[in-house]
């Protein structure tokens, strides 16, 4: 199948070329697939090479990996040590470390310099209050300067951060933080959000009544005013900032020393407890930063993101590059639908980074953003989430940028990274994404195990990487670990995205593997029938399930309309006929039916086995974990519905 090539970078040396020469003439090594198959062939020496081009602040001793018996227990950098902050800290002047925004229109600069005091004051804060290092500091905070300077000063003394956002429900919140037992919590007053005022508060006596081992509150002022709150003991933020002596010393802490605990979405039961190590994150994101991203000093990086999702620890990462982030908190589209371009035209953003569904619904709306904003410094788009198509891989060359890379990235929070992502030195091909990371051994195996080319089938990483999981919290025998990803291939990662290698060496992924539908024997991935039904006009989104019917199943495709339009015949014959002229008549529902809202996480991913387990008659538990709960009474009465008599 011949795929429209978009985009090909500029004969200019990049950081991948300039890595490659570092390596030295002698590697035979002339193309990215060239450099790709000797990083996974020569882990030490590539790892050992990416700590040196990316300038690791550390002391890298012994052997750069040790063969484990098994993949977990596969161990990189076991005697070698860093401070994560000392890394995201080490500019000395008053150019901006970080850039902030709301929907507000509210808008703040931190200086390096600023950053780093305010950084050292809260450690002391962490210290005076007996903070010591694998203790837990949790937060429930929105995307500002303050959730930056919390987590890095929990960094800096070696203890353990986790965060949420904060539109998490209180029970969201306890349901991870219990798990944890944090020391101190940290939360803001309000927040907002697609200009209305959430108070942050008022759940929170639930919260501490339920977590035991919290011991000190700290209330950040959102927008720095003043507040004043009386149904429960808390330390001001600004009283911090103000009032206490600074903690300078960077203490060195293992290279696998635990720096945060991210969460599953906690949509299949109560979300796993996933442990990252400091120094694994650190080299990962900064290889996939300099090399992938081509990320330099000075440059200025954004990620819509909240702190919930592990984009924002990705983008925090950027720090040890040297590079300026910006932080934005609040709707994309508000106070306008090209809010975040205007901010990246006024602020020259380098790096642009979003989820897909952010670019389908630019393009859905035709809105043109090229139209108004020149974006003369962008050299990077970035999106992730969820798979991005090929019609939304050309409306951003078509209408917000023609020269600029694109790069459709995925991973996920249990890797706190990517497998496949963006190359500068090679083509963008429409709805494709262009390689596998570099030391990321990773393949496409079919049902049983076998290594499969231009067919689809399961993502897996057939070898150690430094940025998996340290261990799960509170797993005894690592026994949630191992069923999480090793269940299916016996000692290789089992990633669960359901994906094709192509014949541009790049990557199609076609959805989660366990929401993949089966049609009449034929097994096909959500994301390619999303792509036919929601180019239609009309059509918002969509979302698709399998329904067991006696010994067989039929496919059943949920639709969002525009504007809350009327679904009507006509549109639905239309929607079959798309379909079966795109795909296949095997890829046709059996039904469709009209829905207000389609269920998504709080980070806005849609959760198509939730709305399986509904279909199916299926109980489904931590309702919490979503986004918008209320919408899943539309399913459950369809499912009376289809089981009517």
Same mark, same amino acid.
């Given at each position: 199948m011949n795929v429209k090539k978009l985009w090909?970078?500029?004969?200019?040396?990049?950081?991948i070329d300039k890595f490659k020469n570092q390596l030295g003439k002698n590697k035979n090594i002339s193309s990215y697939n060239d450099l790709h198959k000797w990083s996974v062939s020569n882990k030490e020496e590539f790892w050992d090479n990416v700590w040196d081009f990316t300038k690791i602040?550390?002391?890298? /001793?012994? %052997?750069? $990996? @040790?063969e484990g018996k098994n993949f977990i227990e596969s161990i990189f950098f076991n005697d070698s040590s860093l401070n994560y902050a000392e890394n995201c800290l080490q500019e000395k002047d008053n150019h901006e470390a970080i850039i902030f925004y709301n929907e507000q229109k509210?808008?703040?600069?931190?200086?390096?310099?600023?950053? /780093?005091? %305010?950084? $050292? @004051?809260?450690?002391?804060?962490?210290k005076s209050q007996n903070i010591n290092k694998n203790d837990r500091i949790a937060a429930v905070l929105p995307n500002i300067p303050e959730t930056v300077i919390?987590?890095?000063?929990?960094?800096?003394?070696?203890?353990?951060?986790?965060?949420?956002?904060?539109?998490?429900g209180p029970r969201a919140v306890i349901d991870r933080f219990k798990q944890i037992s944090p020391k101190i919590l940290i939360i803001t007053d309000h927040y907002f959000y697609n200009n209305k005022k959430i108070d942050t508060l008022k759940n929170i006596r639930s919260i501490i009544d339920e977590i035991p081992s919290i011991e000190k509150i700290v209330v950040v002022p959102y927008g720095n005013k003043e507040i004043l709150i009386t149904d429960f003991e808390y330390i001001n933020w600004n009283t911090i900032i103000k009032d206490t002596k600074k903690y300078e010393i960077f203490e060195k802490f293992p290279f696998n020393h635990p720096l945060y605990i991210l969460f599953s979405s906690g949509t299949t039961g109560v979300p796993k407890c996933i442990v990252h190590g400091a120094g694994g994150s650190l080299i990962q994101h900064k290889k996939e930063h300099q090399l992938h991203s081509n990320i330099i000093r000075k440059d200025k990086v954004f990620y819509f993101t909240t702190c919930g999702w592990m984009m924002w620890n990705w983008l925090i990462s950027s720090l040890a590059s040297k590079a300026s982030i910006i932080l934005y908190d609040g709707?994309?589209?508000f106070p306008s639908i090209d809010y975040l371009f205007q901010i990246a035209e006024k602020e020259e953003i380098t790096f642009f980074g979003t989820g897909a569904k952010y670019i389908d619904y630019l393009k859905q709306n035709q809105i043109n953003i090229n139209k108004k904003y020149k974006l003369k410094k962008l050299k990077t788009i970035a999106s992730t989430g969820s798979p991005l198509v090929q019609e939304s891989f050309q409306y951003v060359y078509e209408k917000i940028k023609a020269n600029v890379h694109l790069a459709s990235i995925s991973g996920g929070t249990d890797i706190v990274s990517c497998f496949v992502l963006g190359n500068p030195s090679a083509s963008v091909y429409a709805g494709e994404i262009q390689c596998a990371g570099l030391g990321m051994n990773i393949d496409i195996f079919d049902e049983n195990g076998k290594s499969i080319d231009n067919e689809k089938g399961e993502l897996v990483c057939k070898s150690p990487f430094p940025s998996k999981p340290i261990y799960f919290w509170n797993d005894k025998n690592n026994k949630k670990y191992l069923e999480t990803y090793f269940d299916k291939y016996k000692d290789i990662w089992h990633h669960g995205d359901y994906c094709e290698k192509t014949q541009n060496e790049g990557y199609v992924i076609y959805g989660r593997s366990d929401a993949t539908l089966n049609a009449g024997g034929v097994r096909f991935g959500t994301a390619e029938l999303y792509r036919v039904v929601e180019n239609l006009?009309?059509?918002m989104e969509c979302v698709a399930v399998e329904h067991n019917i006696q010994t067989?199943?039929?496919v059943i495709l949920f639709i969002k309309m525009k504007n809350k339009m009327q679904f009507d015949e006509t549109l639905k014959q239309t929607i079959r006929f798309e379909i079966k002229s795109n795909l296949s008549p095997k890829h046709v529902p059996s039904k469709i039916f009209q829905v207000n809202d389609i269920p998504k996480t709080k980070?806005?991913?849609?959760?198509?086995?939730?709305?399986?387990s509904i279909i199916n008659g299926k109980d489904v538990k931590n309702k919490n974990a979503l986004a918008n709960p209320d919408c899943l009474k539309e399913y459950q009465n369809i499912y009376q519905e289809l089981n009517k008599g």
């Open positions: 090909s970078p500029a004969a200019t040396s990049n950081n602040i550390g002391d890298k /001793k012994g %052997d750069i $990996f @040790k509210q808008n703040k600069k931190i200086s390096w310099d600023q950053l /780093k005091n %305010d950084v $050292f @004051k809260i450690a002391y804060f962490y919390s987590f890095l000063a929990c960094a800096q003394i070696g203890a353990i951060w986790s965060s949420c956002s904060s539109d998490f709707s994309p589209f006009n009309d059509i067989d199943t039929e980070s806005g991913k849609i959760v198509e086995l939730t709305i399986k």
